[in-house]
């Protein structure tokens, strides 16, 4: 293995074990670590992988951060990145399911995540400053992301209002050039065969169909595996869906790792590692189509302009969800004072790593449970 190939390995491996917070949180960690300590990318070029992520399938951070594999690494390091920043969360949820099988209990973790979720609120907060920075060059994008944001706020779908952002962005600069909609279909649709008979070839289809089609947060998720697993093949009790959901909220990485344990209930370690390896395939394709959609927008104006109305939307999704996130921190004294602590490190110490930070609030967490 390359020496690029193994820091690739390392620091996706490292991000995936400091996920936390949604993905306003990954994001966050990622773009620290990639842009602004190790410099793979710039924040233009990032704003631009982060805005076309949120109107293709599949979890944002771990197309990100296979990108970001890809402009490091080349192929290679696509699918090096990809599977590192899985592979925490993924072992994680199979230790949290071996327990819940053997003891119908999940371990006690909630003292150290108390921590965790106001340390997560200031790097959020702290990537939404240094995002902000590429809008200065534009009032007409910060006006663009202001209405994004009341439109959020409002209950509108963000993957319209960020759709909609990027095609009222090339109407406003050039009214005479038609707007191309690029559709990605890499996949048919996979229609499961009704009924509960178990195999593991079926268990797979029905993740991978998940991974193909899955937009939107972890409520969009419940409803697919609970249609699939609950309702129509009887493998699971929608308690058990329930608590695998919060097992994927609770560990590092994307919400998507509540396959694993849901593959796990259904099947052991073969049906975890399986639902893991289907849900999850779709977005390696999906990524190097991601690439090349930016490099073909380099070149083309149209496409320029539509991708810069997306960048504008997406620091408003963000601005939103460091709100909710603040807002619901701010509702006990301990979390207000790890939030206030965090963001402090986070804006005026420059050399702190994401990881420092995480620590930080998990200790400061379990510390002040006891006051």
């Not at 038609?178 to 178990?198: C, E, K, T, Y």
Request: glycine share 10%; charged share 15%.
């Amino acid at each position: 293995m390359s020496d690029s190939l193994k820091e690739i390995a390392k620091i996706s491996f490292k991000l995936g074990c400091i996920g936390f917070g949604g993905i306003a949180g990954m994001i966050s960690t990622i773009e620290k670590e990639l842009v602004v300590k190790r410099k793979w990318i710039d924040h233009q070029h990032f704003m631009d992988v982060l805005s076309a992520s949120y109107i293709i399938p599949g979890p944002n951070s771990v197309e990100i951060m296979m990108h970001c594999g890809k402009e490091r690494g080349g192929r290679a390091g696509l699918i090096t990145a990809g599977i590192c920043y899985i592979l925490p969360a993924t072992l994680i949820c199979l230790v949290f399911a071996f327990f819940y099988k053997q003891y119908s209990a999940l371990p006690n973790v909630q003292r150290f995540i108390s921590g965790i979720r106001p340390a997560t609120t200031a790097l959020v907060i702290g990537t939404l400053f240094r995002l902000s920075g590429t809008l200065k060059k534009s009032y007409w994008l910060i006006g663009l992301c202001i209405l994004v944001f009341i439109g959020g706020l409002a209950g509108i779908s963000e993957i319209l209002l960020i759709l909609g952002a990027g095609i009222v962005n090339c109407l406003f600069h050039s009214s005479r050039d038609r707007i191309r909609s690029v559709v990605l279909a890499p996949f048919l649709p996979l229609f499961v065969q009704d009924g509960s008979n178990f195999t593991l070839g079926k268990l797979f289809l029905i993740f991978l169909k998940i991974g193909a089609i899955l937009y939107g947060s972890g409520y969009v998720l419940f409803a697919y595996m609970d249609a699939d697993l609950v309702q129509r093949n009887h493998w699971l009790t929608r308690q058990q869906l329930m608590d695998a959901i919060a097992v994927g909220q609770l560990t590092p990485g994307p919400i998507l790792s509540s396959a694993t344990f849901a593959g796990y209930l259904v099947s052991g370690v073969s049906g975890g590692v399986l639902a893991t390896t289907a849900i999850f395939l779709p977005s390696f394709f999906i990524s190097l189509f991601l690439h090349r959609l930016l490099s073909y927008a380099r070149r083309s104006k149209t496409l320029r302009l539509f991708l810069d109305g997306l960048s504008a939307a997406s620091i408003a999704v963000i601005a939103i969800v460091g709100v909710n996130l603040t807002r619901t921190t701010l509702g006990d004294w301990r979390n207000s004072f790890i939030l206030l602590l965090c963001l402090c490190l986070t804006l005026f110490v420059k050399k702190i790593t994401t990881v420092a930070v995480i620590i930080i609030g998990a200790a400061c967490g379990y510390l002040l449970t006891f006051y």
